[in-house]
């Protein structure tokens, strides 16, 4: 016999500042990848997205996703060491493996996009019909990150 599966319960507290004013965050501001050139991977996304570069450097390029969200793309291992600029210091970081994230789209894109995928010989790797009426469409990068065009209807919040 099969025991129910526990259900966790959280109680999240309200975060307030010293005024009593609720703190919130505003959203994801930066995703980062790290990549074994950011010239290319920044070219890869540049050609399929047209993202604009808000910055380039050798140590990162940052691209301008939507007007209100940056892809910061880093070489492998170049962010192992912490950075110290006139603003203060930016702590060590990085990341091994594929990671995965996704760009928000509207359902009524999803034919273009793919057929953008097929023009620009990027191979699809799967396409996902959610139940709640959402569309993904998974791709792979240069670097093998699961990039994922997702429509809105499965989240609460797209």
């Known amino acids: 016999m099969h025991e129910a599966p526990q259900v966790l319960k959280v109680s999240i507290p309200k975060m307030a500042s010293a005024g009593g004013v609720p703190l919130t965050v505003k959203g994801i501001l930066e ?13 890869f996304y540049q050609r399929i997205f047209g993202f604009p570069a808000l910055l380039e450097s050798e140590r ?6 939507a007007g209100r969200d940056v892809l910061l793309l880093f070489p492998v291992g170049a962010t192992l060491e912490p950075l110290m600029t006139e603003g203060g210091l930016i702590p060590s970081h990085g990341a091994q493996g594929n990671a995965h994230f996704a760009f928000a789209i509207e359902q009524s894109d999803a034919d273009q996009w793919r057929e953008r995928l097929v023009q620009e010989g990027v191979a699809i790797e799967s396409v996902v019909h959610w139940a709640e009426g959402a569309e993904s469409i998974y791709f792979r990068d240069l670097d093998g990150h699961v990039v994922e065009l997702m429509s809105r209807g499965f989240w609460k919040v797209w």
């Open 60 to 65: 990162l390029i940052a691209l301008d996703v």
């Open 31 to 43: 995703t980062a990848l790290y990549v074994a050139d950011i010239h290319k991977a920044a070219a």
